[in-house]
């Protein structure tokens, strides 16, 4: 069971729905977050999944989502919630097991996505145009990249529940890692995030969501 089973909801000022649309592509780690959610929370009977390539630019993503980004989670009365962070408080409200106000949990669930962050910049910068390629904001991210692994890797083992959003932010950032940028070697000197990772790896969830081999 995820986090956040402890207090009561408070009352949401979105109807209970019936009907959910996620907006995702099978490489957003961001999107892949809220995939998870939805498999753990048992909603996949309420939310359906719609590929929406945020590069294509289609009707569909721009109307629910003008920054053109997923996930983006349209409501059956038409309104979308955009931002991973926002639409798995949403998902965890619906299923009834509403974050709990574990700020420690909420901060490293923060730097986990920025890990995400820094990890998708240094990809796109990697795809540029080689006239546009910049080697500064490259290894600016890398760096960075390599200071959160080190922080995430100290606290990683002091994770109440490895189960909660921290610990599933933190092991698709590590798995996006592996997927495009191998060469960080993240699992060197870090068994913390080792076992975090081969946790979440054993989960269903994260398996089928996992990003294509030749995404
Ligand atoms: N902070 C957002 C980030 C979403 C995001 O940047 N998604 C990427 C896909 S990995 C995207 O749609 N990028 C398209 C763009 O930035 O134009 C979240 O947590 O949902």
Not at 59 to 82: E, Q, S, W
Not at 90 to 105: H, I, R, S
Request: with cysteine; aromatic share 8%; glycine share 8%.
């Amino acid at each position: 069971m995820l986090a956040g089973v402890v207090k009561a909801s408070p009352s949401s000022p979105f109807r209970k729905p019936e009907a959910l649309r996620l907006l995702v592509s099978d490489t957003s780690p961001y999107a892949r977050k809220c995939r998870v959610l939805v498999r753990e929370f048992g909603l996949s009977d309420t939310v359906e999944e719609v590929d929406a390539h945020p590069f294509k630019d289609g009707d569909v993503l721009l109307a629910a989502n003008p920054l053109g980004r997923v996930p983006a989670l349209i409501m059956d009365d038409g309104r979308a919630l955009t931002e991973s962070l926002l639409i798995g408080t949403y998902l965890a409200a619906q299923a009834g097991q509403p974050w709990t106000e574990d700020w420690d949990e909420w901060r490293l669930q923060t730097l986990g996505s920025g890990l995400i962050d820094l990890a998708v910049g240094r990809r796109v910068e990697m795809v540029r145009d080689e006239a546009l390629y910049s080697e500064y904001w490259i290894t600016r991210r890398e760096r960075g990249i390599a200071r959160a692994l080190d922080q995430l890797e100290d606290e990683a083992g002091g994770l109440g529940e490895p189960l909660g959003f921290a610990g599933l932010t933190i092991a698709i950032a590590l798995d996006y890692l592996d997927f495009r940028y191998p060469e960080a070697g993240w699992r060197k000197g870090r068994e913390n995030l080792v076992t975090l990772h081969a946790f979440w790896s054993e989960r269903d969830s994260f398996a089928v969501t996992s990003p294509p081999a030749d995404g």
